[in-house]
């Protein structure tokens, strides 16, 4: 009752996640695709690039960077030759190496558009980091751009790959509690830099909700395997300077098909938001920590029912899936679709805020 036997190996983490087979390329047995980078930033630098160098089926290729600093660091450190160093306007030309395989776009959000197709355009496959865009048509035109390619599109949802995350979902689809009935979820933390990019509109397309309340939100998302269909939403600023151009403090209600009511927030002004509780006839369970990169935590209603798993590199894990994927001719998910779900409810929160009132989901 507690866990499934493919939670257990969770290496197979690709098999688990990759449904409605498409035959895109035959099977190479033993071959590591190969990876570019495009953005070095914190997260590239940080996690991605130390991800790759544990992967069974990646590895680092090319990086894609506008600071030529940037570029002979981490050729010194990664040994990457003069021929897989590409700045944002020679890009393109990664159409003409056979080393590259998968485009990671680690940009600003509003430059996810514009990398994703100009990936696609190249014929590669690509994975986009979330939010998969600003805007809900932005998602549209990315997966429109993919599916003409032929090549696959993975969104970085990290935590679907995580398995106390998995865990979750199975208590709460096979009801080990019952039927779920309500659930609340908060991310936030206090941001720091005034002069990121983060809190610029143009470039991150919103604040707080954009950034870390994606990871709430999917959290509501997967746990009920359905889409909102109406929320109502509010916000709060206690430093309109700071936050002049994107939102602080969100929180919102969802309601779904089955009649499972979510009440969630996030916010860019304060620390000590990293859970979800998921209330069901039976019992309860949930996280906290829910979201981090490391140190996360299960938690049941019932001493039988455990929630406990050995910590794993999200991102070792995700990129793996989708190179597994594309290995086996098999269709990665999360894909795009995921990304303009999120999107869709994303403006939804805003435009319940903008009207004062509880408004509709569009649908995908």
Not at 168 to 197: H, N, S, Y
Not at 244 to 261: L, N
């Amino acid at each position: 009752m507690q866990r499934r036997p493919f939670l257990a190996t969770l290496g197979a983490t690709a098999a688990a996640f990759t449904t409605g087979a498409r035959a895109q390329e035959p099977r190479r047995a033993g071959k590591k695709l190969g990876w570019a980078l495009v953005g070095l930033g914190t997260l590239s630098k940080n996690q991605l690039a130390p991800a790759l160098q544990k992967t069974k089926h990646s590895r680092l290729a090319a990086i894609v960077t506008g600071t030529p600093a940037k570029a002979k660091e981490w050729q010194e450190k990664y040994s990457i030759p003069d021929t897989h160093v590409y700045n944002y306007e020679t890009f393109d030309k990664i159409a003409e190496n056979p080393d590259v395989d998968v485009i990671f776009v680690v940009l600003p959000n509003s430059m996810h558009e514009e990398f994703v197709i100009r990936g696609a355009k190249a014929g590669k496959h690509v994975f986009c980091e979330k939010p998969m865009a600003n805007t809900a048509d932005e998602c549209r035109r990315m997966i429109a751009a993919m599916k003409e390619a032929g090549k696959q599109l993975g969104i970085g949802y990290r935590c679907q790959f995580e398995p106390h995350h998995r865990e979750c979902m199975r208590l709460a689809r096979e009801k080990v509690f019952g039927p779920l009935k309500f659930i609340e979820a908060g991310f936030g933390f206090q941001i720091g830099d005034p002069t990121q990019w983060r809190l610029r509109k143009d470039l991150a397309g919103g604040g707080a909700l954009m950034d870390v309340g994606v990871y709430a939100l999917q959290a509501c998302r997967y746990l009920t395997g359905e889409e909102p269909v109406e929320i109502t939403a509010q916000e709060t600023k206690t430093d309109p300077v700071k936050f002049a151009e994107v939102d602080e403090t969100i929180s919102w209600s969802m309601k779904f098909p089955s009649g499972v009511i979510a009440s969630v927030m996030t916010t860019y002004a304060f620390n000590g938001a990293n859970f979800f509780t998921a209330i069901c006839e039976g019992g309860r369970f949930g996280m906290d920590p829910a979201y981090s990169y490391g140190g996360l935590k299960g938690w049941t209603s019932k001493p039988e029912v455990k929630i406990e798993f050995p910590a794993i590199d999200h991102f070792e894990a995700e990129m793996d899936a989708f190179s597994q994927a594309i290995l086996e001719g098999k269709r990665f998910e999360p894909a795009g679709e995921e990304g303009l779900k999120d999107l869709l409810a994303v403006e939804a929160i805003y435009r319940s805020i903008k009207e004062g009132k509880a408004v509709k989901v569009e649908t995908v």
